[in-house]
């Protein structure tokens, strides 16, 4: 099984992550763009994304995120806080209905390494199980509750809002706002892709997932890559799109060089001496009590 990229540790790769973006959750820091309406297509998306998780007493620690027209029409993604013992928790409605409520049995609890997600969707599958599926650093996750109908739209890439660093709830709100960092943002609209498109086994340790280069693939009409590398415009998008983002409670300090590819020491709140502090900034700052 690919294991996730340790602290004090950056493995030889062919490509580099150069940046990643702190996401405070004290600073309700956000991403937001406006979908176009007509994707390449409603039904089929592959999101990627490369996380290390922060405060994970809080839900949104490490990622969330979500797409959608309104509290009636939407597709959450987020990591559950440690009331619910850090698992991966889907969400959707369409047209009101629910028809999406996945959680994995698997938790996440690391806070000194990076994991690679991958959520890939297509509803018009016959297989209930293959409508959608995720991946941790090229391990499935099992996903156990309601998924959705067959050639239900997937509100990632239907069209409407589009968030980095939250989710939205049931009056339509953002909240449980991401506490870790992101790298690597990648949408895909109109492919159900596997871990592969993004990242491989480390030649030298083959028991690594590491990112690759992802320019060469086909974003489709809704699709983005941000790599956070313009500190000036950490939402922008060089997929070729231009599907940019308009940044919220971020600045040009939220941008990070602790990344998949060059990992660095953090505090960890699972430590029992430091049980009674405050973590904040990436685990970078400690209030204690």
């Known amino acids: 099984m690919p294991l996730i990229l340790g602290a004090q540790s950056a493995v030889a790769t062919g490509f580099s992550v150069n940046n990643s973006c702190r996401f405070n959750r004290a600073d309700e820091a956000i991403l937001t763009r406006t979908q176009s ?7 089929i998306c592959t999101m990627s994304l490369w996380f290390k998780p922060g405060n994970i007493d809080v839900d949104g620690s490490g990622f969330g995120f979500s797409g959608g027209d309104d509290a009636s029409n939407r597709f959450s993604v987020t990591l559950l806080g440690s009331a619910a013992n850090n698992s991966l928790y889907l969400y959707g409605k369409v047209g009101g209905s629910l028809n999406l409520n996945l959680a994995s049995a698997r938790l ?14 297509d509803t018009t599958q016959g297989v209930e199980a293959s409508r959608v599926r995720c991946y941790i650093n090229n391990e499935e996750v099992t ?11 997937c509100m990632l ?33 109109g492919q159900q892709l596997t871990p592969s498109s993004f990242g491989e086994a480390d030649e030298d340790s083959p028991t690594i997932w590491k990112p690759i280069d992802p320019s060469g693939l086909t974003f489709g009409t809704n699709g983005f890559y941000i790599d956070f590398h313009d500190s000036a415009d950490l939402g922008n998008d060089i997929s070729g799109n231009n599907n940019d ?43 204690t009590v």
């Not at 996440?108 to 969707?121: E, I, N």
């Not at 300090?253 to 060059?262: E, G, I, K, L, R």
């Open 143 to 153: 996903l156990t509750g309601t998924f959705p109908s067959q050639n239900d739209n």
């Open 245 to 287: 983002f308009t940044s919220t409670n971020l600045t040009a300090s939220d941008q990070a060089t602790d990344t998949p590819t060059n990992n660095f020491c953090t505090m960890n709140p699972l430590e029992n001496y430091l049980q009674q502090s405050t973590f904040s900034e990436g685990n970078n700052t400690v209030l």
């Open 37 to 43: 309406t007509s994707p390449t297509n409603d039904d």
């Open 157 to 189: 890439v239907k069209g409407g809002t589009f968030d980095l660093g939250c989710i939205r709830g049931g009056s339509w709100q953002q909240y449980s706002f991401t506490d870790g960092y992101m790298a690597e943002a990648i949408l895909i609209d």
């Open 108 to 121: 996440f609890r690391d806070v000194s390494a990076w994991y690679h997600l991958v959520v890939a969707v």
